[in-house]
């Protein structure tokens, strides 16, 4: 287990330096450039433009600005930001916990939905149930996150008036069902592709586990289908998803992104644009790394629980 623990950080270590590569080399190439910003100001000069650049170390190789940025970067430095100067890592903590909140909000939404309905689907197969299941997870996969977010709006907001449009509290208030009441519709939004997901994968999950041998056994013996359903056939289905979880987080940061600007949402989703748009580069390249570490850290995690519930894995 230790080897198979070491050899999967290992991994995962390898891969976030490649990302590392990727994200700092693209986002420098890109038009416009980090320098872009300054000169915007007014009444600026090219010497002022050539001073600052140099100040900021940016005249220099890109290799030796990389080189120079992972260094810091390995030791705790992740820079500061160009539009406050404040340090990218205490700006990335201001708006984690909101992004962790919607995110942790969706996941449970979606696994909690999305399991029922696979169950549901698998048991009552080619019912009415299953085929409005089905139809509605195309539906759910084939239109735009974005889309179902400005529908819910205008339908539960502004029509019905039930929830908020948007932002996470009423200024003056910031009290748990405050910030709960403004969490439904965004966690709505963000869990409903995902439930799509959980609810094809624990319907196949599940009926592939009923046509075992052992669940024909159990039956033989008498037991009733409900203990047959939740002791043997549920237990054992569950054991993909693991997997699928892990496998849900980027999905889930890409979804935040969209949602958290449809909603408003202070989280590290809208950061990300907020920051492209003012050419944030510090900013950006934090929450890339900060992003790509969350992504290895969940695939990990559910792999090492995979590993740990199943034998076949680790020997493997």
Do not use: C
Request: no cysteine; net charge neutral.
């Amino acid at each position: 287990m230790l080897r198979y623990i070491v050899g999967r950080i290992g991994q995962s270590l390898v891969l976030l330096f490649l990302v590392s590569i990727i994200g700092y080399f693209v986002l420098l190439l890109a038009p416009g450039g980090p320098m872009s910003q300054f000169a915007l100001t007014p009444g600026i000069s090219k010497q002022d433009l050539d001073r600052i650049a140099e100040q900021m170390g940016l005249n220099r190789p890109i290799i030796v600005q990389y080189a120079d940025w992972l260094w810091h970067l390995l030791q705790g430095d992740w820079g500061a930001s160009f539009r406050d100067n404040r340090p990218v890592l205490t700006v990335i903590l201001d708006h984690l916990p909101a992004t962790l909140l919607l995110m942790g909000s969706a996941t449970a939404i979606a696994m909690t939905l999305g399991v029922w309905i696979g169950i549901m689907g698998a048991i009552r197969r080619y019912s009415i149930f299953d085929y409005a299941a089905t139809v509605g997870a195309m539906i759910a996969l084939s239109v735009p996150t974005f889309w179902f977010g400005l529908i819910a709006i205008y339908v539960f907001s502004l029509n019905l008036g039930w929830f908020p449009a948007g932002n996470m509290y009423t200024i003056g208030s910031g009290s748990v069902g405050d910030v709960l009441w403004h969490l439904v519709l965004p966690a709505s939004v963000l869990a409903l592709v995902d439930v799509a997901i959980w609810s094809r994968y624990m319907r196949t999950a599940t009926l592939d586990v009923i046509n075992q041998d052992f669940i024909k056994t159990a039956r033989a013996k008498g037991l009733s289908a409900r203990r047959v359903l939740f002791k043997h056939v549920v237990g054992n289905a569950l054991l993909p998803m693991i997997t699928l979880a892990g496998l849900q987080v980027p999905a889930l940061l890409g979804g935040a992104l969209v949602t958290e600007t449809v909603f408003t949402w202070p989280g590290m989703g809208r950061l990300f644009l907020d920051s492209l748009g003012y050419n944030d580069y510090p900013v950006v390249m934090g929450l890339l790394m900060f992003s790509a570490v969350l992504v290895l850290i969940g695939n990990l995690l559910a792999d090492l629980i995979s590993a740990f519930v199943d034998p076949r894995i680790r020997l493997a």
